[in-house]
């Protein structure tokens, strides 16, 4: 049973880092496209980042300031975020998707087939 568990959220200041974690079970996660995605409220859920066996790609107002990676053996995605904006604030996901990662990608959510729950990142000013 595929499961995603995130977890890392919470509020900071304009400025400030945070770091997200995914833990995957029910698969093994370095064979997939993996992915960040959130949602503000009464925004549609966009696309911030993905990995797929290393590859990476980010939306343009994630490039310069997150960093997606995955830690193999713990089977766990992550998203160092730094800079942080009010803007970003918003409800954080990870999914994952059996489709391949091209260089550029719109992330689209209907890719993906399995979610965690979320974890609220809160930016303030």
């Known amino acids: 049973q595929v499961q995603l568990v995130e977890s890392g959220g919470g509020s900071v200041q304009a400025g400030g880092s945070l770091r997200l974690s995914c833990a995957a079970s029910?698969?093994?996660?370095?064979?997939?496209?993996m992915a960040w995605f959130r949602q503000a409220p009464g925004k549609e859920r966009e696309g911030v980042a993905g990995i797929r066996r290393g590859s990476t790609v980010y939306a343009d107002s994630a490039k310069g300031r997150f960093t997606i990676s995955q830690d193999n053996a713990k089977n766990t995605l992550y998203l160092q975020m730094n800079s942080l904006k009010p803007e970003d604030t918003a409800m954080y996901y990870c999914?994952?998707?059996?489709?391949?990662?091209?260089?550029?990608?719109?992330?689209?959510?209907?890719?993906?087939?399995?979610w965690g729950q979320g974890t609220q990142v809160t930016v303030s000013s």
């Open positions: 999914a994952v998707s059996y489709r391949a990662l091209p260089e550029k990608y719109s992330f689209p959510p209907g890719d993906f087939g399995a």
């Open positions: 029910g698969f093994t996660s370095r064979y997939y496209l």
